[in-house]
């Protein structure tokens, strides 16, 4: 079920997945901090990538080892909303369509 609260939203997108990816520009707070926090808790697979600190290629080559190494069927994309950093939905989006052709497996 769908729940207003964010926090609720948060333990059941990590929880039905298989691993989390978390990506930012800067340290954590908030909802992304919670979100790496409830997959600790779970004890799945999570990965934050600091964007302010990596640069493009440093991240795809983490990633794709990382998604090398839990091969998650179902992946929770998280991070900060567009409304705390404009430019996070542009980032992960050139960022994954760089690296999910690279991971996925022939038939």
Do not use: C, F
């Not at 609720?8 to 930012?24: E, H």
């Not at 934050?48 to 998604?67: E, G, T």
């Not at 992946?75 to 690296?99: C, F, M, Q, T, W």
């Amino acid at each position: 079920s769908e729940s207003a609260d964010p926090a609720v939203r948060t333990a059941l997108n990590v929880r039905d997945s298989d691993a989390t990816l978390i990506v930012s520009h800067g340290a954590l707070s908030g909802g992304s901090l919670l979100t790496l926090r409830e997959a600790t808790r779970r004890g799945r697979p999570a990965l934050h990538l600091d964007l302010a600190v990596l640069s493009q290629a440093q991240a795809a080559a983490q990633l794709r080892a990382w998604l090398h190494a839990v091969d998650p069927a179902t992946l929770n994309v998280a991070g900060p909303r567009a409304s705390e950093d404009p430019s996070i939905y542009r980032s992960v989006s050139k960022l994954l369509r760089v690296v999910l052709p690279m991971v996925s497996k022939p038939n």
